[in-house]
């Protein structure tokens, strides 16, 4: 099992911290570093605790590339509906380019009407759904190169050109957010390289892995999402780095949340502790 941790673009200290956190973490020896994506605070997002403050998730994913050389970076997850496909498969694909092949999606459809209608989107919050699985295959035609004509439910051009392509190929490694209900069974199918659920239990990890890949028709490796205390002690964070990896987790990226930089730091240090422990 490898161990990411998210750089904290979520709070108040957030444009300093995001500043220093992709090479602290790197040197701490952090398999990967992920962005949450949203745009704007909403009220709806006091529900989950998300406040107003978001450094844009594939601004710092640039930053955090130019200032790391080893781990990979990601979205957890990329809320697709929120920006037009081709556009988002420029951003990424020039991110796959500047980091040497280090990106790695992972993707969703939101859920926040507020956040849709503030960017001009609302009208597409009640199919975010099939437009996530919409963009997201305009998103990897996009990336094989060279000129095409496009016409779906959501999208329509004719006589484009798409360049440069990834580093990566065929692309950049798909990871598909989400628990388990319907919609995401599907999207899961039809085109993740790894599922993405979010605190889920080791045990429930084990059986829902068991339907997903029983309605998949094949065996998709799981990375879990959690959001753990950052006062947890070390052999707390080694007891459940533990469950996760006897429970089949390929990777697990952990969020700390904190109004305190000095706080999420230390937690990430600590994290690292429990991770060599359990090593």
Do not use: C, H, Q
């Given at each position: 099992m490898k161990l990411g941790i998210t750089i904290p673009n979520t709070e108040i200290h957030s444009p300093q911290t995001c500043r220093m956190f992709p090479a602290f973490a790197e040197e701490l020896g952090f398999d990967s570093l992920w962005l949450t994506d949203h745009v704007?605070?909403?009220?709806?997002?006091?529900?989950?605790?998300?406040?107003?403050?978001?450094?844009?998730?594939?601004?710092?994913?640039?930053?955090?590339?130019?200032?790391?050389?080893?781990?990979?970076?990601?979205?957890?997850?990329?809320?697709?509906?929120?920006?037009?496909?081709?556009?988002?498969?420029?951003?990424?694909?020039?991110?796959?380019?500047?980091?040497?092949?280090?990106?790695v999606v992972a993707v969703g459809p939101g859920w926040s009407k507020g956040e849709f209608t503030a960017l001009g989107r609302g009208a597409l919050h009640e199919h975010r759904g099939k437009v996530t699985s919409d963009a997201l295959e305009l998103i990897l035609r996009c990336w094989q190169g060279g000129e095409f004509s496009w016409e779906s439910e959501f999208f329509n051009f004719r006589n484009m050109e798409f360049a440069p392509v990834p580093v990566q190929r065929p692309h950049p490694p798909i990871w598909v957010g989400g628990l388990l209900a319907n919609p995401v069974k599907e999207r899961v199918k039809r085109f993740a390289d790894v599922w993405h659920p979010y605190n889920l239990t080791p045990a429930q990890l084990v059986e829902n892995s068991r339907i997903m890949n029983e309605y998949a028709g094949r065996d998709i490796p799981v990375s879990i999402r959690l959001t753990v205390d950052p006062l947890s002690s070390v052999e707390q964070l080694a007891q459940m780095l533990g469950g996760y990896k006897e429970a089949g987790s390929i990777e697990t990226v952990v969020e700390f949340r904190a109004p305190q930089a000095g706080t999420v730091l230390n937690a990430a240090e600590t994290m690292m502790r429990a991770w060599q422990q359990l090593a």
């Open positions: 704007v605070g909403a009220r709806a997002f006091a529900s989950v605790e998300y406040g107003p403050v978001w450094m844009e998730a594939l601004s710092v994913m640039s930053y955090a590339a130019a200032k790391t050389s080893r781990v990979r970076i990601g979205t957890s997850v990329l809320v697709l509906p929120l920006r037009d496909p081709v556009y988002t498969a420029k951003v990424l694909s020039t991110i796959d380019n500047l980091s040497n092949g280090r990106l």
